[in-house]
């Protein structure tokens, strides 16, 4: 996020006529993108961990976790397949649980702040 301190505007007309001097203070701009959300899975051990594509999870909810951004908000969606609909994920203490459904499972959690900055994460995911 840049800040700056002050910026000042002057509108001037076609004929030449000087308008009054506007003065914006406190302009932020943000460049970041956004940080990439986590999804996590509880294991057999009852334990939160990262999926691995190639393990097979009894588990049907994913954690997922959206660090926020010192610039702006951050808000996120989800799908469960490229063809899917993006659906709003409902943040809690910055995590949310998305339901999966028997099968392999191709997630996607999207990322965006106020600024529009976006970000995607894709993970493929078995689950019995």
């Known amino acids: ?10 509108a001037i ?3 030449g006529i000087v308008g009054e001097e506007t ?19 509880q294991n057999a051990a009852l334990q939160e961990e990262t999926p691995d594509p190639n393990t097979w999870y009894k588990d049907n909810e994913l954690t997922g976790t959206v660090p926020q ?3 702006s908000p951050v808000a996120a969606w989800y799908k469960t397949s490229a063809e ?3 659906q709003s994920l409902t943040l809690t203490d910055n995590t949310a ?11 996607y959690v999207l ?18």
Do not use: E
Not at 1 to 10: E, H, L
Not at 97 to 107: A, E, Q, T
Not at 114 to 123: E, F, I, P
């Open 1 to 10: 996020t840049i800040q700056t301190t002050a910026y000042k505007f002057r």
């Open 13 to 15: 007309s076609y004929s």
């Open 23 to 41: 003065v914006f203070g406190n302009v932020y701009i943000d460049k970041a993108t956004p940080a990439q959300a986590q999804v996590t899975i």
């Open 69 to 71: 951004d010192a610039g």
């Open 84 to 86: 899917g609909q993006w």
């Open 97 to 107: 649980i998305i339901n999966l459904s028997l099968g392999v499972n191709d997630i």
């Open 111 to 128: 990322t965006k702040d106020g600024a529009d900055g976006t970000d995607c994460l894709r993970q493929l995911l078995p689950r019995s």
